[in-house]
């Protein structure tokens, strides 16, 4: 096993396990969270890729919205995407992707049992290690730079294409780098020393909306509240109904948060977020930022998310709730304190 600077947060024997599970794997599935985003289906599209050239049967998957969102159509690998009714029951090993428990695999869940071996990559620090083998790092920036270092291990060569889905990984969840580790920058000029263009990952994944976006944010901004009081340093929070996303991808929706938290009277920000689907069903996104000692960055959203059943990072998190927007806020509050 080589390690590198990319896996110097790894555990040795977690990584060598896992390199030993996908070598003599001769069918592979690889399950994404629900709602994906670029990290997970990034890392799902990278595993893809290298097993299927080394003969392996593999499926790729995720268990909601029916399609995969459009500012990751071009990440190279969607072939090896099937729809949830077209993930086999029984496969040698099963690899669930970014996903901090098991419920994040949504429907697709019940294909663990099918499997052989369960093997779990992620870095979440809420993760619940429900898998035979769990890589998780905490400290990595993404998934996709855990997958890195599996990859570096495995002694496989990071191709452009392998590149692409990595790099898209690691510019979303470090908001083009904004949020980044020692190492974070020498990772991305490996990746870009490929041939990729990361100009143009970013832009396909970052800066592209349809019209639609701007009306769906005219009407959920207009109706943001800000909580001054809440832990000494505010909560901002808006919600995204139904209607008001209408037709839009879920990942439009799911960008609101990202100009939420940009509110300089809170350093805590929630969107709420209605199901088109289950009535009284809402995605939650929480985020912090530290403004300094004693203030934010004492909250940590993972815990408050971890409380309210779901998970992330520190400054990061999200969960499930079902009710009246009332209800939402005021459990929200409460798991505040």
Same mark, same amino acid.
């Given at each position: 096993?080589?390690t590198?600077?990319?896996?110097?947060?790894?555990? @040795?024997?977690?990584v060598?396990?896992?390199?030993?599970?996908l070598?003599? #794997?001769?069918?592979?599935?690889?399950?994404?969270?629900?709602?994906?985003?670029?990290d997970?289906?990034?890392?799902?599209?990278?595993?893809?890729? /290298?097993?299927? +050239?080394?003969?392996? @049967? /593999?499926?790729?998957? &995720?268990?909601e919205?029916?399609?995969?969102? #459009?500012?990751?159509?071009?990440?190279?690998?969607?072939?090896y995407?099937?729809p949830?009714?077209?993930?086999?029951?029984?496969v040698?090993?099963?690899?669930?992707?970014?996903c901090?428990?098991?419920? +994040?695999?949504?429907?697709?869940?019940?294909?663990?049992?099918?499997?052989?071996?369960?093997?779990?990559?992620?870095?979440?620090?809420s993760n619940?290690? &429900?898998g035979a083998?769990?890589?998780?790092? @905490?400290?990595?920036?993404?998934?996709?730079?855990?997958?890195?270092?599996?990859?570096?291990?495995?002694?496989?060569?990071?191709?452009a294409?392998?590149?692409?889905?990595?790099?898209?990984?690691?510019?979303?969840? *470090?908001?083009?780098f904004?949020?980044?580790? @020692?190492?974070?920058? +020498?990772?991305a000029?490996?990746?870009?020393?490929?041939?990729?263009?990361?100009?143009?990952?970013?832009?396909?994944?970052?800066d *592209?909306?349809? &019209?639609?976006?701007?009306?769906?944010?005219?009407?959920?901004?207009g109706g943001?509240?800000?909580?001054?009081?809440?832990?000494?340093?505010?909560?901002?929070y808006?919600f995204?109904?139904?209607?008001?996303?209408?037709e839009?991808?879920?990942?439009? /929706?799911?960008?609101?948060?990202?100009?939420?938290?940009?509110?300089?009277?809170?350093?805590?920000?929630?969107?709420?977020?209605?199901?088109? *689907?289950?009535?009284?069903?809402?995605?939650?996104?929480?985020?912090?930022?530290?403004?300094?000692?004693?203030?934010?960055?004492?909250?940590?959203?993972?815990?408050?998310?971890?409380?309210?059943?779901?998970?992330?990072?520190?400054?990061?998190?999200?969960?499930?709730a &079902?009710?009246?927007p009332?209800?939402?806020?005021?459990g929200?509050?409460?798991?505040?304190?």
């Open positions: 096993m080589t590198t600077p990319d896996a110097v947060g790894l555990d @040795p024997v977690d060598q396990a896992a390199v030993a599970a070598a003599r #794997a001769r069918s592979v599935t690889v399950v994404c969270h629900v709602q994906p985003d670029a997970t289906v990034g890392s799902g599209l990278a595993l893809a890729l /290298v097993l299927h +050239r080394r003969g392996v @049967p /593999v499926w790729v998957s &995720f268990a919205p029916a399609e995969l969102p #459009a500012s990751m159509r071009t990440l190279p690998g969607v072939r995407l099937v949830p009714a077209e993930v086999p029951r029984a040698d090993v099963l690899v669930a992707v970014d901090g428990g098991v419920n +994040r695999l949504g429907a697709l869940a019940d294909r663990i049992d099918g499997a052989a071996t369960t093997l779990v990559i992620d870095h979440h620090r619940t290690r &429900f083998i769990n890589l998780i790092d @905490p400290s990595a920036e993404s998934t996709t730079s855990v997958i890195t270092g599996l990859l570096d291990a495995w002694g496989v060569p990071i191709d294409e392998v590149a692409h889905c990595l790099y898209a990984g690691l510019v979303t969840d *470090t908001g083009s904004r949020w980044v580790r @020692p190492g974070t920058h +020498r990772l000029d490996r990746l870009l020393a490929t041939g990729i263009n990361g100009a143009e990952i970013a832009r396909a994944l970052l *592209t909306h349809p &019209f639609g976006w701007l009306t769906m944010l005219s009407r959920v901004l943001a509240r800000l909580a001054p009081g809440v832990r000494g340093v505010g909560l901002v808006a995204v109904r139904a209607a008001d996303a209408g839009l991808d879920s990942e439009e /929706v799911e960008s609101v948060i990202d100009i939420v938290r940009t509110t300089a009277e809170a350093g805590i920000a929630a969107v709420f977020k209605e199901s088109g *689907t289950v009535p009284g069903r809402w995605t939650v996104s929480l985020r912090s930022r530290d403004t300094g000692p004693g203030a934010a960055d004492a909250v940590d959203v993972a815990r408050i998310a971890t409380g309210l059943g779901g998970g992330g990072h520190r400054f990061a998190a999200g969960y499930t &079902f009710g009246s009332e209800d939402l806020i005021a929200l509050l409460n798991a505040l304190g």
